[in-house]
């Protein structure tokens, strides 16, 4: 009789439990703070949202350093589509372009604005293998996949107008797009672009080094490599 009472009251225990369970509720899904844009009587906005106190900014946002954020001595900006116009216009529009580009190129700093270490230059190479190698290649060539899927594509880091930019000019490129490249200024944080115009800078120096600065482990190198003759670089 006490076996069968223990069987009968064992399940009765269970029936209790899920009960109790079920009366619990998860209040976590309905937390007494407000939504963006909700209403809020409390102020006499009526906003929950608050608006900044004047004269503040968010840490990280105070860009006092022309040169780091934003690759040029000065605050003046420039409409690239400006001079894409002038180029489809003719002769004259032509020069025009040529005067504006040569201005540009002049506002574009030509030193880095921190120190390029070992570590900076791999931390470029990465975001290049991330962000620039589907269009550029892991060379620079301008061959890379996407390219080769029908993309438009890129000049090469190679020819002689880009080995004689600015390095200002590459920083401004990744940050504002330029041609059919868009914009990466979102995308990649301002230290990150620098990274990636020391590494651009990097290739460049790697296909054209001068032949009278290698060393001679260097030169044995190249000539156990097979590579041609580099007279005149």
Excluded at 80 to 109: F, P
């Amino acid at each position: 009789m006490a076996k069968q009472s223990k069987k009968i009251a064992q399940p009765l225990w269970l029936v209790v439990l899920i009960s109790l369970l079920a009366g619990c509720q998860q209040k976590m899904a309905n937390q007494p703070s407000y939504k963006p844009l909700d209403a809020n009587p409390f102020y006499k906005d009526n906003q929950s949202a608050r608006p900044l106190v004047p004269g503040t900014l968010a840490r990280g946002h105070l860009h006092t350093d022309l040169a780091l954020f934003t690759g040029k001595t000065t605050e003046e900006s420039r409409d690239w589509s400006r001079a894409a116009v002038i180029v489809g216009t003719g002769h004259a529009g032509g020069l025009g372009a040529a005067v504006a580009a040569v201005a540009e190129q002049a506002d574009y700093v030509d030193t880095f604005p921190f120190p390029i270490t070992r570590e900076v230059l791999q931390h470029g190479h990465d975001r290049f293998m991330i962000y620039c190698v589907v269009c550029h290649d892991a060379l620079g060539t301008g061959r890379g996949k996407i390219v080769e899927r029908g993309y438009t594509p890129p000049p090469s880091y190679h020819i002689e107008r880009l080995r004689q930019v600015p390095v200002g000019h590459f920083f401004d490129v990744i940050t504002r797009g330029y041609g059919s490249m868009p914009s990466y200024g979102e995308q990649i944080p301002p230290r990150d672009r620098w990274a990636i115009a020391a590494y651009i800078r990097a290739l460049q120096l790697s296909q054209h080094f001068p032949e009278k600065q290698l060393t001679e482990q260097m030169r044995a190198e190249w000539k156990h490599a097979g590579r041609p003759p580099t007279e005149g670089r």
